[in-house]
């Protein structure tokens, strides 16, 4: 059954686009999508991705009209408050004028809670279900589904909305209603901001000091002082042309959400303040649409120095690895090799999807965490390994194989791998950060569970449900759940149907419990990695 006839998401840039394409792929969330945004390339190509899954409109809409006419939820996913305001309540062609009492609108844009709060009584006077719900994770976490998601409002709206927070990620509800949710949102970008101007500083202050920054990376990256933003920014920060994968100036906007809300409630954010004027300087040196790690250039332009460089021959990331061919090839961390795209990460694991097609080769790349691998291409796969100081090898890897590496407890791996199959590579490598408040002391024994391999870190299971099985269980750990073969499965006491995707995966907590059942007519199969 059908949740929703139309979902309209306006705003379908980096963010919104990889949000309405998770919901474009949801098997029973809704008939039709539509996708609007001012870039017209974004919208035909979004227009030409839902007449494939057969979920399109007549025609690409040209305008906010023809985007939400009929759609019963709207999620809003837009850079900046003033667009928002324009989108929602300005003028007569305004989301609050075009949509009927019972439709849902949703915004996913960092704004202040006073604009939420207003618009939420807006439309709700009206009728329409409003929801106060801002994101983080990037555009990664956005296109696979993983987004951290801060929801507030009404319960009846909450309720509504459910499938589709559902479908975007993890939803944390907090109570307060509309407006609450943004707030939440000020107080993580406080400490993301601050985070990432911090890494800046602190990089600057080693290069000043003549250390090896790459080195420093390594060892502040395993000891307490590290973070999150510190372990995924300061790469960027030395590489000579960084990624754009978040703009410096959404910063500015966002810190100063903060500044203005402090304001008002009469609480001090001096390091909040002073992260925005070094953010406000890198718009002053044109940095405003280079990615935010970007903030690194005015600590090198006052200091006189630069964090980003050539580094020497050697095995860390920066540094130059001579290939058997004399040529050079600078490392990169595994997470920036073009064919290593991250899908996941929190403070336990990040999960990366490794896909190249035959034939192609990687970047020299480095592993330093504990990792778990989980091969999935049918009929196997042949590749030529290259690991540094060693003869390139062939090897081979069979369907649904698990392999264990112990980068970080023995030894760092630095390799390049040549694809020599006739089938595009699947991989999904899962680095174990760090272990869980809580695991469990001996292995799970449950119906329809296989204990496949087991390490310091880790166990991992394979559930088999055969067509017509099912299984309830609580799992007592935290886990990443990965999908291997797929079918059509029933969830829970909603029993809502969906055939999630090979090499889907998913983060979970213990303490929930989980039901399941295949109503299809294939077997499906999903590892359980327990995390120690």
């Known amino acids: ?306 964090v980003s460089g050539k580094s020497q021959e050697g095995t860390r990331v920066g540094d130059y690895w001579r290939l058997p061919d004399g040529r050079f090839e600078q490392i990169v961390e595994v997470g920036s090799e073009p064919r290593h795209q991250v899908v996941l990460q929190n403070e336990y694991v990040r999960a990366l999807r490794v896909s190249f097609p035959p034939g192609d080769t990687t970047l020299a790349h480095r592993h330093a965490k504990d990792s778990l691998y989980f091969f999935l291409v049918p009929g196997g796969l042949n590749v030529i390994n290259h690991v540094q100081g060693f003869a390139a090898c062939a090897d081979c890897m069979d369907f649904g194989e698990v392999r264990y590496g112990a980068h970080e407890t023995e030894k760092p791996l630095v390799h390049k791998i040549t694809n020599t199959s006739n089938h595009t590579m699947l991989c999904i490598d899962a680095e174990l950060l760090k272990s869980p408040p809580v695991s469990a002391a001996i292995p799970l024994l449950a119906e329809r569970h296989e204990l496949i391999k087991t390490r310091d870190k880790c166990r991992v299971y394979k559930l088999t449900l055969e067509p017509g099985q099912s299984v309830t269980i609580l799992y007592p750990f935290f886990y990443l759940s990965i999908v291997v073969q797929t079918s059509t499965i029933e969830h829970g006491t909603l029993k809502w149907q969906q055939e999630p995707p090979v090499g889907g995966l998913k983060w979970n907590e213990p303490g929930v419990e989980i039901a399941r059942r295949n109503v299809g007519s294939s077997t499906y199969v999903e590892y359980i990695a327990e995390w120690r």
């Not at 057969?54 to 837009?78: D, H, I, R, Y």
């Not at 990664?140 to 409002?153: E, K, N, P, Q």
């Open 1 to 306: 059954m059908v949740v929703f006839e139309k979902i309209a998401v306006i705003g379908i840039g980096a963010m919104g686009g990889g949000m309405a394409r998770v919901l474009l792929e949801q098997p029973d969330l809704c008939q039709q999508i539509s996708g609007y945004d001012q870039s017209t390339v974004l919208v035909d190509a979004f227009y030409q991705e839902s007449v494939t899954a057969g979920k399109a409109l007549s025609a690409p809409p040209t305008n906010l009209q023809e985007a939400v006419e009929e759609a019963t939820f709207v999620l809003v996913v837009l850079q900046n408050e003033a667009q928002c305001h324009q989108v929602c309540l300005q003028g007569e062609a305004c989301l609050l004028q075009l949509l009927p009492p019972g439709a849902v609108v949703m915004i996913s844009s960092t704004v202040t809670a006073t604009w939420m709060k207003q618009a939420a009584a807006f439309f709700e006077e009206k009728g329409i279900h409003f929801v106060d719900a801002p994101i983080s994770g990037g555009p990664v976490r956005a296109r696979a589904g993983d987004l951290t998601i801060m929801a507030s409002g009404e319960e009846a709206s909450l309720s509504v909305a459910q499938p589709v927070l559902q479908a975007l990620g993890k939803a944390y509800i907090i109570a307060g209603g509309p407006g609450q949710g943004s707030q939440v949102k000020m107080v993580h970008q406080l400490l993301a901001g601050v985070h990432i101007v911090v890494a800046a500083e602190a990089l600057c202050l080693a290069a000043k000091a003549g250390l090896d920054v790459t080195q420093l990376y390594d060892i502040v990256n395993g000891a307490a002082g590290a973070s999150w933003m510190f372990r995924d920014r300061s790469p960027r920060m030395m590489e000579s042309v960084a990624e754009v994968k978040s703009q410096l100036q959404i910063f500015v906007k966002d810190l100063d959400i903060v500044y203005q809300e402090a304001k008002k409630l009469q609480v001090p954010t001096p390091l909040a303040s002073a992260a925005l004027q070094q953010f406000i300087s890198g718009q002053g040196l044109g940095l405003s649409q280079q990615d935010d790690s970007q903030v690194v250039k005015v600590y090198e332009n006052v200091a006189g120095v630069k």
